[in-house]
């Protein structure tokens, strides 16, 4: 069921005679889980930027959008943000100010995520280097330049529900069911979209042929054009070096995905996905 709620988290402890933001998080979880979200591949600008200091280009059907800083630095950073307003960013995609972000960042799958796994990343963060890097605003035209167009965006397409799940189904594949569809969030390129930004969710995973950047994203379903002839030990091999059934290695963004990302994760986790993917049904490519 589709909703949109505020979610109100507290996370403050008296310290003395102030009160400063109780620090519960774990951040060598929150690094794994970090690179779990594919975090530095957009946060980090190519061409020698710093760290997650943002600025990225992503280039998309509405307009050009800049990753911001998500280093500690508390003028152009998050430095100065609590676990709540971060949770609340990730979760829910709600600004500390109360602004509505847009689907570039995609709070659509990491609202799926535990509040444990986002509160870890964020206690990892707050161990990089701060950097100053004023981020320039997103180039976009009208309407879509109007940020609180996005609130009733959301009342369309915006499934705030958690993760749950499938009792039928081994812990295994329900790993791979979360990384895929929380941290990983495969579905925000490998599924089509429909003329607002909404996600085609009878098409999921399915391919996408306007992908980031304007690059065709393929069908990882097993369905035709998809992965119905690979193994699973052929997805593992493509997340965890990039190797092709066909001998070929993969090419596109999908390689910092993986240099940042898949690469990083344990066998058991490689292992997850492949066991969910190899699942789904089977459904034709969206990508040609």
Known sequence: MKRVTGLIFT????????????QSGDPVRGEYMFAAGGCATCHTAKDGGAYLAGGRELETDFGSFYTPNITPDPETGIGNWSEADFVRAVREGISPEGEHYYPSFPYTSYAKMTRQDVIDIKAYLDTVPAVRNEVRD????????????MFGWKLLFFDDSPFEPDPAKSEAWNRGAYLV?????????????????????????????????????????????????????????????????DGDFIGGAMTDVIEDNTSKLTPEDLQAIATYLTSLPAIASNAI
Do not use: Y
Not at 138 to 149: E, G, R, V
């Open 11 to 22: 996370a403050t402890a008296f310290l003395g005679a102030g009160l400063a933001q109780a």
């Open 181 to 245: 569809t929380g941290p990983g969030h495969c579905g925000e390129c490998h599924s089509p979209r429909n003329l607002l930004g909404g996600i085609d969710t009878s098409q999921a995973l399915s391919g996408n042929k306007n992908g980031p950047e304007g690059d065709a994203v393929p069908n990882i379903t097993p369905g035709e054009g998809g992965i119905g002839d690979w193994s699973e030990e052929h997805i593992i091999s493509a997340l965890e070096i990039g190797f092709l059934p």
């Open 138 to 149: 997103h180039d976009l035209p009208f309407p879509f330049n109007i940020s609180m167009s």
